[in-house]
């Protein structure tokens, strides 16, 4: 029944432990001050729109609505 709820708390640490990993990186000095945080939330973007996109995505994102 909390599958979907623990899908969405592992990607949502996945993605905080990433920005501010990020972060520190550009703190640092390691990551270009150009390149900057958004790479993180682009790839998190793309992911999401590529998971859509996949036979059959809208059709798990609605139903997931109404579930």
């Known amino acids: 029944r909390y599958n979907r709820v623990w899908l969405a708390v592992l990607i949502f640490a996945l993605y905080a432990n990433l920005a501010s990993a990020a972060q520190a990186w550009l703190m640092r000095g390691v990551l270009e ?8 939330h682009a790839l998190f ?5 590529l998971w859509i996109v996949l036979p059959g ?3 798990r994102v609605l139903q997931w609505r109404r579930a």
């Open 45 to 49: 973007v793309s992911l999401t729109l």
């Open 57 to 59: 995505g809208w059709r």
């Open 33 to 40: 001050p150009r390149l900057g945080l958004w790479w993180v």
